[in-house]
């Protein structure tokens, strides 16, 4: 190659040159790209051979890019050399960025951001941090199993009938296509509807899409967690903290109060029960009712003893008091165990009126809806023991349903 034919090659790396489909330098794009197929190769198949987890394996690929890999400028001028072999390095190291910066080179604004652990951030910055409003997607955390089988599901798709996201990866059916294939992989795999929306509609992998202040998740947000689940409701100093509802992969849910991470409060947690047919051949699931606990939740000490010692523990997130309502309609209504089971924690007490009639003692109660009949006991390891009479009672009408 001559020498002019070099100088063109050279010209074609514009290191200004935006890329329009995601707002990045192209170089730095393309730079990113290539570190991303490098980290998806078999481990025999990686050239330089490393471990993508690791920071110092991925800077040993940026050198070996800068200096072997396609983009490597034509020439044999070691300045340029150098200063491409240094930007696969800054790359690597310190991300993608593009937005604006303040007068102290801050991010600041509305921006967009991939971190050199892989995570992306789109959203606003103030003063550096994240601030406002803005999406936080940890690609590092990897997929859930849930959404690993959500993903397997569209794949098998036509390829007219996907999408595919430039900055995630992830494929996605089209849109209007959207309602029939949440219906489709809810039956097919038993896995609640929020959840599966929830990933064709913002990705597979973990995320914060919601309010940020000083850098931290504060006030209204959507989170999906490491193992599928979602939450959607109030934060505050990076907790779920406020009202706010839960959807678990099962299909259970949670909506009611939190604080400081913890359910705390008055709160209803639903069970999900998933009916099983088979329809050609094919398993088919029906979500319905499979009762619920609705009560007062939050936390209780307890000792432990650990190696000959007594240690003093707090479970936290924990039903105190409340009903706990069975698909058959008896319901059981009093106190509860840090493991969320149905326990009297006091023995009746029995007293009188001015007049000598009994009152209703303050303590664990069974009803049973169906017969209009309620009974006084103990619950203790899951066993009841009754300590009055049944009684006929007037159902209220929030009981009628069951």
Not at 215 to 241: A, P, T
Request: overall charge negative; charged content about 30%.
């Amino acid at each position: 190659m001559s020498d002019d034919e070099g100088e063109k090659e050279l010209i074609k790396i514009d290191y200004d040159a935006i890329d329009e489909s995601t707002g990045f330098k192209k170089v730095d794009w393309e730079i990113w790209k290539a570190l991303e197929e490098w980290k998806e190769k078999p481990e025999d198949e990686r050239e330089p051979a490393g471990d993508p987890a690791e920071l110092e394996s991925r800077l040993e690929w940026a050198k070996w890019f800068g200096t072997e890999g396609p983009m490597k400028p034509s020439t044999e001028e070691p300045k340029i050399l150098s200063t491409f072999e240094n930007r696969c390095i800054a790359v690597v190291r310190l991300g993608l960025y593009a937005g604006v910066r303040d007068d102290f080179s801050q991010r600041n604004g509305k921006s967009k951001a991939i971190y050199s652990n892989g995570d992306i951030y789109e959203g606003q910055f103030y003063e550096g941090k994240k601030n406002g409003q803005g999406k936080y997607v940890s690609k590092s955390l990897g997929k859930s199993e849930v959404d690993k089988l959500i993903e397997g599901m569209i794949m098998q798709l036509p390829e007219e009938e996907r999408l595919k996201s430039e900055l995630t990866g992830c494929w996605c059916c089209v849109p209007d296509k959207k309602d029939e294939v949440v219906h489709q992989i809810t039956e097919s795999l038993a896995i609640g509807e929020e959840i599966v929306r929830t990933a064709l509609e913002l990705g597979y992998y973990p995320f914060y899409l919601g309010d940020y202040e000083n850098g931290i998740r504060s006030g209204i947000g959507v989170m999906k967690s490491r193992d599928g689940s979602v939450y959607k409701g109030e934060w505050l100093n990076g907790k779920r903290h406020g009202e706010g509802i839960i959807y678990y992969a099962n299909g259970d849910s949670y909506s009611g109060n939190w604080k400081e991470g913890h359910k705390d409060g008055y709160g209803t947690y639903t069970f999900a029960y998933w009916l099983k047919t088979i329809v050609n051949d094919k398993p088919r699931y029906t979500l319905t009712e499979g009762g619920d606990y609705r009560g007062e939740w939050g936390s209780e000490s307890y000792s432990e003893e650990v190696d000959g010692e007594k240690v003093d523990k707090t479970a936290r997130g924990v039903i105190k008091e409340g009903e706990w309502r069975m698909p058959d309609g008896f319901h059981f209504e009093g106190t509860f165990d840090r493991h969320n089971q149905p326990h009297t924690l006091y023995a009746p007490q029995p007293s009188l009126h001015a007049d000598g009639v009994a009152a209703p003692p303050p303590q664990t109660c069974m009803h049973f809806p169906r017969w209009g009949l309620s009974q006084f006991g103990i619950m203790k390891k899951g066993q009841w023991s009754p300590q009055f009479k049944l009684t006929a009672v007037q159902p209220a009408a929030a009981e009628t349903g069951y």
